[in-house]
């Protein structure tokens, strides 16, 4: 269910709880030492990732803010839009913000039964002037059709990077012309000393918000092999090389950037 009104501050909905399936839980899921192996979109991550989301990814506020700016330029008429690893639908409901066009279905998809489930509750618990309906399944498979703009937010990094360029490649076929992809991502760099100098400084940013150093190192750990970084220059070159028009880092903080496509 949807209607007119549109939330004033996006991100405002990351506070609202009055539904044991609304999310504000503070993430501590490391904080005593673990025994996992890897890092997977479980119920507990599911539980704490408004929380988890905000503290280590440096611009993820800003990045929301700016799709609602980049829907509301872009989207068209009769079209849809897709928001791809949607998780608890932040970028869906960015995006509903910025719509102006009518007649536009937000279609936000993530391969985590837990983090749908909880999705469903924010965006009922939200007001949106935009239909957004979820879907389960995987982003490789899932047919991307009349797209006047995509979002891949911090998903694409999850993805084998053997199957990127056929991803992007489908994505782009189910644009409009004119359509834009967003795309935000974790990056590594070429030089030596500038990564370090990058992750040290994203470390930094994770202490300034609460993370301890045991914290910091076991999330890098289960990470490892599950979120494999491309360079700004693998992403440009590999969106160029899809056919998209042109492309261009409109935000970095360290080693986290979002880029526009046009196709
Ligand atoms: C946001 N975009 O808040 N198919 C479907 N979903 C997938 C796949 C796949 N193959 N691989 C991973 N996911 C969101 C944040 S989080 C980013 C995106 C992060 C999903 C996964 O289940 C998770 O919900 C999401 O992609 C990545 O703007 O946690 O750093």
């Known amino acids: 269910m949807f209607n007119r009104a549109i939330p004033s501050k996006i991100t405002a909905y990351f506070k609202f709880s009055d539904n044991s399936l609304m999310t504000n839980k503070t993430d501590n899921l490391y904080a005593a030492t673990i025994d996992q192996q890897s890092f997977s979109f479980d119920g507990q991550v599911a539980e704490v990732f408004p929380d988890m989301i905000q503290r280590s990814v440096p611009g993820y506020d800003q990045i929301l803010k700016n799709t609602a700016k980049f829907a509301a330029r872009f989207v068209t008429a009769n079209s849809h839009c897709y928001d791809l690893g949607c998780s608890l639908g932040a970028s869906s409901l960015a995006m509903s913000a910025g719509i102006k066009a009518d007649q536009v279905k937000i279609i936000g998809v993530d391969n985590s039964q837990a983090m749908l489930a909880r999705c469903q509750h924010h965006i009922e618990a939200f007001k949106h002037s935009t239909e957004i309906e979820l879907q389960c399944g995987d982003i490789l498979d899932f047919p991307i059709e009349n797209a006047s703009m995509v979002v891949l937010n911090f998903t694409l990094q999850f993805i084998d990077q053997a199957e990127r ?14 359509a834009v992809l967003l795309l935000s991502e974790k990056i590594c760099f070429e030089d030596a000393a500038d990564n370090a100098l990058m992750i040290d400084l994203h470390h930094q940013f994770k202490r300034e918000n609460g993370y301890s150093e045991l914290e910091i190192s076991q999330k890098r750990s289960l990470l490892e092999n599950v979120l ?4 700004l220059e693998q992403h440009t070159a590999r969106l160029a090389k899809v056919g998209f028009s042109r492309s ?8 986290f950037v979002s880029i526009f496509a046009i196709k």
């Open 165 to 178: 360029a056929e991803l992007l490649d489908k994505i782009y076929k189910g644009m409009n012309p004119g």
């Open 228 to 231: 494999v970084p491309d360079t």
């Open 248 to 255: 261009r880092c409109w935000f970095q903080q360290y080693n």
